[in-house]
Every structure is written in C-alpha cells, then in structure tokens.
C-alpha cells in the first residue's frame, strides 16, 4: 500500500470507527481517548474502540 493509501486509510478509521465512539464515551464522562486495531495484510479493522473509565476506573485507556 503506497503512503497517501495508508494514510488516507488511517484518516478514514479515525473518523468512521474511532471517533463516533469517542464521542459518545465523552458525553458518558469518559476522557478524550480511542484506538483501533488493524490487519497489516488489508488494514481492515479489528476492534476499534474508546476510554470506558466510568464503567470501570482502572479501563482508562485499555481497549475492550
């Protein structure tokens, strides 16, 4: 995958898988935090996924 590829890949996670998460986890009174896990062959997404500390406080930055 040729750079602009793989970032404009990255760009489109952020904003189709991490960021709606991360914006609802915000309006719960999470902390501004999300990530995603990608396949390296396909960049396709594993898991995506934001800070659940209000559920529990020791999930302030783990994926879940």
């Given amino acids: 995958m040729a750079d602009a590829q793989l970032l404009d890949r990255?760009?489109?996670v952020i904003e189709q898988d991490?960021?709606?998460k991360t914006q609802i986890g915000v309006t719960q009174g999470n902390k501004i935090f999300g990530a995603a896990i990608l396949k390296k062959s396909?960049?396709?997404v594993?898991?995506?996924e934001t800070n659940n500390e209000v559920e529990n406080p020791l999930w302030h930055g783990e994926m879940h």
Wanted: proline share 8%; no cysteine.
């Fill in 42 to 44: 396909d960049f396709t």
């Fill in 18 to 20: 991490i960021l709606p």
């Fill in 10 to 12: 990255l760009l489109t």
């Fill in 46 to 48: 594993v898991i995506a």
